[in-house]
Nanobody, 122 residues
Framework: QVHLVESGGGSVPNGGSLRLSCVGS????????MAWFRQVPGKEREGVAR???????TYGDPVKGRFTISRDNTKNTLYLQMNSLKPEDTGLYYC????????????????WGQGTQVTVSP
């Protein structure tokens, strides 16, 4: 049984930092592209960051220069370091896994976590 469990969300002021974590189990973690998506009510889920099986990161334009995605295959854990947070970063952040090759298409991802809330106050 596959599980992805996010943690690390919370409430911070404008300019603050958070580090999200996602622990995967039940699949071969190192052979999957891992990604973070976020969603606010009434809007489509959007890609935040992704990292390939070869450790190559890619970021959505709104977070470039502020967020850093990383993975630790020895711990089956994905991270998202979020710095200089803005109110528009507020949302429910999801960890997701897709076999081998990366994409931004949400429908292509095989596994999803339950989400962790990030709230940035002005």
């Amino acid at each position: 049984q596959v599980h992805l469990v996010e943690s690390g969300g919370g409430s911070v002021p404008n300019g603050g930092s958070l580090r999200l974590s996602c622990v995967g189990s039940g699949y071969t973690y190192s052979t999957y592209c891992m990604a973070w998506f976020r969603q606010v009510p009434g809007k489509e889920r959007e890609g935040v960051a992704r990292i390939s099986t070869s450790d190559n990161p890619t970021y959505g334009d709104p977070v470039k220069g502020r967020f850093t995605i990383s993975r630790d295959n020895t711990k089956n854990t994905l991270y998202l370091q979020m710095n200089s947070l803005k109110p528009e970063d507020t949302g429910l952040y999801y960890c997701a896994a897709k076999y081998y090759f990366c994409t931004w298409r949400t429908a292509a991802f095989d596994y999803w976590g339950q989400g962790t809330q990030v709230t940035v106050s002005p």
